[in-house]
């Protein structure tokens, strides 16, 4: 029968003790409130308390802390911007009564602090000093809040601004004005280049020509040459000039149309080349020569009738037919 009764004694005693004790959790600290009046503030570890006299009022978190504040403002080139500012912050061990009883809601505080220095250092900046001035925004809200919240028990650990986001339009724009940007820089690049290979170009075409003409001219040299050891030739074995000549013109025509033949790609040119219109050329050379003697000899004749001397003229061989004319034939 005793032990009946023993075991409701020691259910109760265990509810009673555990009136007189309570746990607090690692960095956090918890206040004891006496009669409504603060007594004391318990850290970690298990703690006691005298039941319905004392009551624990509330529990702080000693742990950094971090609020994240959006603020839309205005920058000084009248473009709307939105910051996220993170602000990290704690509650000072040796001032968790001032924590908890000087603010009602010290992340509403925070906020407004952070709202007010934003929108204070913001408008004098333009967008672009926006973002690369950034960590000086950041450093003023760190200052201000610092002052304003050590007297209630807070640390501000560090502030970021972790975000800057411009209104959509300005962002298109922005991206706009940057590729257009880049595209007229590689625009003059590739003019750059175009330039150049022009350059180049007409610099090797000008060489080119410059070589193609000499080349010519010592190709004419030469053959003017030839020709006149071919005449020299020809009239040492009883050939005069004229038949010479005619001789010449025959056989490069003939080689020219050796050399059209040789050649797979050359357009359709329509040439005599019968031995009858090479005998027919010939004569043709020859008799167009001997009428010209002809009317020399009678231009001579009447000028010495009527009393006129024409001044002696050294007889010089017909020019050299030039390529053209090899081509013509």
């Known amino acids: 029968m005793g032990y009946i009764l023993l075991v409701p004694i020691l259910i109760f005693a265990f509810f009673i003790l555990l009136m007189f004790i309570f746990i607090v959790k690692q960095q956090t600290a918890a206040v004891v409130e006496r009669l409504g009046k603060f007594h004391s503030i318990r850290n970690s570890g298990l703690q006691f308390k005298i039941p319905v006299i004392d009551r624990i009022a509330g529990r702080i978190n000693l742990k950094i802390q971090q609020l994240d504040v959006i603020v839309e403002t205005k920058t000084k080139d009248d473009v709307f911007v939105r910051l996220k500012i993170s602000v990290q912050f ?7 009564y001032d ?4 603010l009602e809601s010290p992340h509403d505080q925070i906020t407004s602090y952070v709202f007010d220095v934003v ?4 408008p004098k900046m333009k967008l672009d000093d926006v973002f690369e001035r950034k960590d000086d925004i950041a450093i003023a809200v760190k200052s201000e809040l610092n002052d304003a919240m050590i007297d209630y ?5 560090k502030t970021l601004v972790t975000d800057i986001d411009p209104d959509v339009q300005v962002k298109a724009a922005m991206n706009r004005i940057n590729a257009a940007e880049r595209e007229k820089v590689a625009a003059e690049y590739e003019a750059e280049a175009e330039r150049i290979k022009i350059v180049a170009k007409a610099r090797a075409e000008a060489e080119s020509k410059r070589l193609q003409g000499q080349g010519i001219a010592d190709q004419r ?11 020299e030739v020809l009239n040492n074995v009883g050939i005069n000039s004229q038949e010479a000549s005619a001789l010449i013109v025959v056989t490069q025509h003939y080689d020219t ?5 040789e050649e797979t790609n050359t357009n359709l040119i329509l040439l005599p080349n019968s031995p009858q219109a090479g005998s027919d050329m010939l004569n043709n050379m020859i008799a167009s020569f001997v009428a010209s003697n002809q009317i020399g000899e009678e231009m001579k004749k009447q000028n010495k009738a009527a009393g006129l001397t024409p ?18 034939f």
Do not use: C, H, M
């Open 257 to 261: 149309l050796q050399s059209i033949g």
């Open 153 to 157: 028990g807070y640390d501000i650990i």
């Open 221 to 231: 040299r030469e053959i003017a040459r030839g020709l006149e050891e071919s005449v």
């Open 90 to 96: 704690q509650v000072i061990k040796d001032k968790v």
């Open 99 to 102: 924590a908890f009883y000087k």
């Open 119 to 122: 929108r204070a250092e913001v």
């Open 311 to 328: 001044p002696k003229k050294k007889r010089t061989p017909p020019p050299p037919p030039s390529e053209d004319n090899d081509v013509n």
